[in-house]
């Protein structure tokens, strides 16, 4: 595929490393498709960037920056990709740094560069706070928060909130009927641990007689998944030739869809990823003095899909 850009450019825009790119670009083989895919279409993105810039006010180099799932990182891309076209005449050009294992080195780099922001997902933690505050640039978190960084705003949910909601669903749906509550274990991912403490607090509020359990077990009637797992935990009861009344999840991924499709679960909470970034790309702008109006932290509001409304 003919093209004007660097291998380097394009590992950024694709989040890959150089070595892979040029695999890709050589036909060298030894790559997936879905890596592949993930080249030509940062290309195609770059195209699009060059494209609106020839129309486009000042552009404005943002880093994106991901601790966390690969799933996130696809989902990111796809929620950039729907939002950039609509924030002109200012153009929002984002290297991506998804996966990021090292996330301290990779913001002191981003400091050491052109860039006029930051776009950051990456655990609570006192050295991230602290690098925060250390590179002089302005900070937005996605998803998850870091109350206590120099970050200029939050993008994203409550996640004590999004627990919350799952309980006042279950407990609604469950009514007066007997049974256990299985809070499926997931605190790998950014937010579950929250998620799963703030639906403690509610169903402790709002049903004391009701046991939360841990592991799958004959009394359990209804289900929680703060994180992911919902498809290991269905087919465990389907084995066990076991039922459940009610099965709240987090997270519109393809695997969550498809159970929904099957009315296997009862609802998914999810938060809209593009309004997310789109706040956080105004923010950027606004810190730019390149838009008016207030920089803050605006909780997101938590989506409740259902089988009937997707």
């Known amino acids: 595929?003919?093209?004007?850009?660097?291998?380097?450019?394009?590992?950024?825009?694709?989040?890959?490393?150089?070595?892979?790119?040029?695999?890709?670009?050589?036909a060298r083989g030894g790559?997936?498709?879905?890596?592949?895919?993930?080249?030509?279409?940062?290309?195609?993105?770059?195209?699009?960037?060059?494209?609106?810039?020839?129309?486009?006010?000042?552009?404005?180099?943002?880093?994106?920056?991901?601790?966390?799932?690969a799933r996130f990182g696809?989902?990111?891309?796809?929620?950039?990709?729907?939002?950039?076209?609509?924030?002109?005449?200012?153009?929002?050009?984002?290297?991506f740094h998804l996966d990021e294992p090292e996330i301290v080195p990779a913001l002191e780099r981003i400091a050491r560069s052109r860039s006029q922001g930051v776009i950051l997902t990456a655990p609570d933690t006192p050295?991230?706070?602290?690098?925060?505050?250390?590179?002089?640039?302005?900070?937005?978190?996605?998803?998850?928060?870091?109350?206590?960084?120099?970050?200029?705003?939050?993008?994203?949910?409550?996640?004590?909130?999004?627990g919350a909601t799952a309980a006042y669903l279950v407990e609604q749906w469950l009514a007066d009927r007997a049974g256990d509550v299985l809070l499926v274990p997931g605190d790998h991912d950014l937010g579950a641990a929250d998620r799963a403490a703030g639906f403690r607090a509610e169903m402790a509020a709002r049903a004391p007689h009701r046991r939360l359990v841990d592991s799958?077990?004959?009394?359990?009637?209804?289900?929680?998944?703060?994180?992911?797992?919902?498809?290991?935990?269905i087919g465990e009861f389907a084995h066990e030739g076991r039922n459940y009344d009610v099965f709240v999840a987090h997270g519109f991924d393809a695997a969550n869809a498809e159970l929904l499709r099957a009315r296997r679960l009862s609802a998914v909470l999810h938060p809209d990823l593009r309004a997310d970034v789109r706040h956080a790309c105004l923010t950027i702008l606004r810190a730019q003095g390149l838009?008016?109006?207030?920089?803050?932290?605006?909780p997101a509001a938590i989506r409740v899909i259902t089988p009937v409304n997707f």
Request: charged share 20%.
């Open 127 to 162: 050295e991230i706070t602290e690098a925060v505050g250390r590179i002089g640039l302005p900070v937005v978190t996605l998803g998850v928060d870091l109350p206590e960084s120099k970050r200029i705003a939050y993008a994203g949910i409550s996640h004590p909130d999004a």
């Open 31 to 69: 790559v997936r498709e879905s890596t592949a895919r993930e080249v030509h279409q940062a290309i195609a993105a770059l195209d699009r960037q060059q494209a609106q810039a020839r129309s486009a006010g000042p552009a404005v180099r943002v880093d994106v920056v991901v601790s966390g799932s």
């Open 216 to 233: 799958p077990a004959s009394t359990v009637r209804a289900i929680y998944a703060p994180a992911g797992g919902a498809t290991a935990v």
């Open 1 to 26: 595929m003919p093209h004007p850009y660097r291998i380097r450019e394009i590992a950024r825009q694709a989040g890959l490393s150089e070595a892979t790119v040029d695999r890709v670009l050589h």
């Open 74 to 95: 696809v989902a990111l891309r796809q929620a950039f990709a729907a939002e950039l076209p609509d924030l002109l005449p200012a153009l929002i050009k984002p290297r």
């Open 291 to 298: 838009l008016s109006g207030p920089i803050r932290a605006i």
